[in-house]
Nanobody, 123 residues
Framework: QVQLVESGGGLVQAGGSLKLSCVASRGVISLNAMGWYRQTPGKQREGVAIITPSGLTTQYSDSAKGRFTISRDNATNAIYLQMNNLEPEDTAIYYC????????????????WGPGTQVTVSS
């Protein structure tokens, strides 16, 4: 069973940047498409960005396009999310996961989730 651990969250002012990391502490993710997702209290988890196993193709939500960049390093079993020009609306817990179907829709992720990492953007 693959276990994923997210890190890199924190408190940042609007306009600032953060880089999130997701490492597979158990298992190998190099053959999986991967994604970043986020959730705020009272809302459903939503897809932010996804990346193919090779890293050559990516897809972003409308809110992430132009500000966030997803990348991966298969040698270290990790994926990343560089977030620039952060807005208060980006405040959420961010999660990574493997995906079964090439889609941002969270229903196409695997069932096991890591603890997530909190991102808080102050205005």
């Amino acid at each position: 069973q693959v276990q994923l651990v997210e890190s890199g969250g924190g408190l940042v002012q609007a306009g600032g940047s953060l880089k999130l990391s997701c490492v597979a502490s158990r298992g190998v993710i190099s053959l999986n498409a991967m994604g970043w997702y986020r959730q705020t209290p009272g809302k459903q988890r939503e897809g932010v960005a996804i990346i193919t196993p090779s890293g050559l193709t990516t897809q972003y939500s409308d809110s992430a396009k132009g500000r966030f960049t997803i990348s991966r390093d298969n040698a270290t079993n990790a994926i990343y999310l560089q977030m620039n020009n952060l807005e208060p609306e980006d405040t959420a817990i961010y999660y990574c996961n493997r995906i079964r179907v090439w889609s941002l829709d969270v229903q196409y992720t695997y069932s096991s989730w890591g603890p997530g990492t909190q991102v808080t953007v102050s205005s």
